[in-house]
């Protein structure tokens, strides 16, 4: 099945009892058993809900996974994963990576024992090279928010694999429609089901998918006994969303690649990153592993000044100052202040992030009508 049709058609079937094409909104918390432990495979709503379920089965499908698992956020679900490990337990993670997984690995998950070291991704010899008896998992983002670092899936996963160590791969910035890590060999993928998926900044969800059973099953008992899961409304939206994924990346994709070469060619700006370049340091991988470069991206102005840099942010009219990402109108963002405040500033400089660094989210809007924003707001 093509890709375009693969979406649509993902985790839908009529309504048996109407003939409804689109999925029902199941709002109930609890069904009705003809006799005590005798149903119809619902229960109660935060172990399954029938238009979770679909939603669950679109996941897998349009990430050639055999299972999935939605989750009330992006966060949740690597809460999720973060569960399997145990005391004492390591975790390789990218030195490039979204705020809130840094916030929740060293707020949190530190102080329960579980030791994070963090690597540049892009060389694998960094990754090889911390590798103990006691590394269980490794956390990769590519292209990486917000640098658009590019990490090769498959010779991770092949180290992963070596060394008998999970690979989770966070696809929010790519989406299904550009890679699927599951097919280079990652043992689970993540998603802020927020982003691209959802794509219409009207939702907040999460999800994770995999293939093996076993593992499956530890993840599904961590949601159900956890309870972070989306309610059936927030499920509808992001089935939704999912079927016009395609179309949206396309013209994602489309404006992207415009946006980031007027930004490259304009003369008050110093650095622009997108993996779409063919000199990014990351173009040959990703052209290798993704189908398209995407529309997410972050510059830099040659005026490194404060005040430069909140002109161009405050200065803007169709790309709104706002957190998050994917959704159908642009949104531009000061990762330093916002996504990334929770990361330390001596950490971030080290890792190239520096206060100067615009982050940009490209809508599906007129090309030609972001460019004249981000010119007259640039000056």
Request: charged share 20%; with cysteine.
């Amino acid at each position: 099945m093509k890709i375009a049709t693969k979406f649509i058609h993902a985790g839908a079937e009529p309504d048996p009892s109407t003939g409804a094409i689109m999925t029902p909104i199941f709002q109930t918390s609890t069904y009705v058993q003809s006799a005590p432990g005798v149903n119809k495979g619902f229960e109660y709503a935060r172990s399954q809900n029938p238009t979770r379920k679909a939603l669950e089965e679109a996941y897998a499908i349009i990430e050639n996974a055999k299972h999935g698992l939605a989750f009330s956020s992006g966060v949740a679900a690597t809460d999720t994963v973060l569960k399997l490990l145990q005391p004492g337990d390591e975790v390789i993670a990218a030195s490039d990576m979204y705020g809130g997984t840094y916030r929740l690995f060293t707020k949190v998950y530190e102080k329960f024992g579980i030791r994070f070291i963090y690597v540049n991704m892009d060389n694998l010899d960094n990754i090889k090279a911390v590798i103990t008896p006691k590394s269980k998992l490794i956390w990769a983002e590519t292209p990486t928010n917000p640098l658009m670092n590019i990490v090769d899936i498959k010779g991770v996963a092949a180290i992963a694999k070596a060394n008998n160590i999970l690979l989770c791969v966070d696809n929010t910035f790519a989406s299904p429609y550009l890679q699927n890590p599951m097919d280079l060999g990652a043992d689970i993928v993540m998603h802020s089901a927020t982003k691209y998926l959802g794509g219409h900044s009207d939702v907040v969800q999460g999800a994770l998918m995999m293939n093996d059973d076993n593992l499956r099953e530890q993840l599904y008992f961590i949601q159900k006994s956890c309870g972070a899961v989306p309610g059936p409304m927030d499920c509808f939206l992001v089935i939704r969303g999912i079927k016009t994924l395609h179309v949206r990346m396309q013209r994602h994709c489309e404006n992207g690649r415009k946006i980031a070469h007027f930004l490259r060619q304009h003369p008050k700006v110093d650095k622009v990153f997108w993996c779409g370049f063919e000199d990014h340091p990351g173009y040959a991988v990703a052209k290798a592993q993704m189908r398209d470069f995407g529309g997410m991206m972050s510059f830099e102005l040659k005026d490194k000044s404060k005040e430069a840099t909140l002109k161009v942010l405050s200065s803007t009219h169709l790309f709104s100052l706002a957190e998050s990402l994917g959704g159908v109108e642009s949104l531009i963002n000061h990762p330093a202040t916002m996504t990334h405040a929770s990361i330390p500033r001596e950490e971030r400089i080290k890792n190239g992030l520096n206060d100067g660094l615009i982050r940009l989210s490209v809508g599906i809007e007129d090309a030609d009508d972001l460019m004249e924003d981000l010119k007259n707001a640039i000056g």
